[in-house]
Nanobody, 126 residues
């Protein structure tokens, strides 16, 4: 049974930073592609960032709105993926979800991922 546990969300002021963590209980975590998605009230869940597994060289993807502000990284020894968020804006307010899947490439669609965390709230106040 794959389990993902997110942490690190919270309330932050505009321009501030947060680091989200997602610990995964999977075998051979390095082989899994991992992604961060977010869902704001009344909106569809959208990709934020993703990183491939070892089979695809840990390639990364960022949605345009977070490029230069967010960084996805992974620590395979700890079975953990991180999302470092900086220069936060009110429009970054959402529930953030991590997801993993044992697939090649850098998956960016919801349907590409079989396993999801429970989500963590990020609120950026102005």
């Amino acid at each position: 049974q794959v389990q993902l546990v997110e942490s690190g969300g919270g309330l932050v002021q505009v321009g501030g930073s947060l680091r989200l963590s997602c610990a995964a209980s999977v075998g051979t975590f390095s082989r899994y592609a991992t992604g961060w998605f977010r869902q704001a009230p009344g909106k569809e869940r959208e990709i934020v960032a993703a990183v491939s597994g070892s089979g695809s060289g840990y390639s990364t993807y960022y949605t345009d709105s977070v490029k230069g502000r967010f960084t996805i990284s992974r620590d395979n020894a700890k079975n953990t993926v991180y999302l470092q968020m900086g220069s936060l804006k009110p429009e970054d307010t959402a529930v953030y979800y991590c997801a993993v899947d044992r697939t090649l490439g850098v998956p960016t669609r919801r349907i590409d991922y079989d396993y999801w965390g429970q989500g963590t709230q990020v609120t950026v106040s102005s």
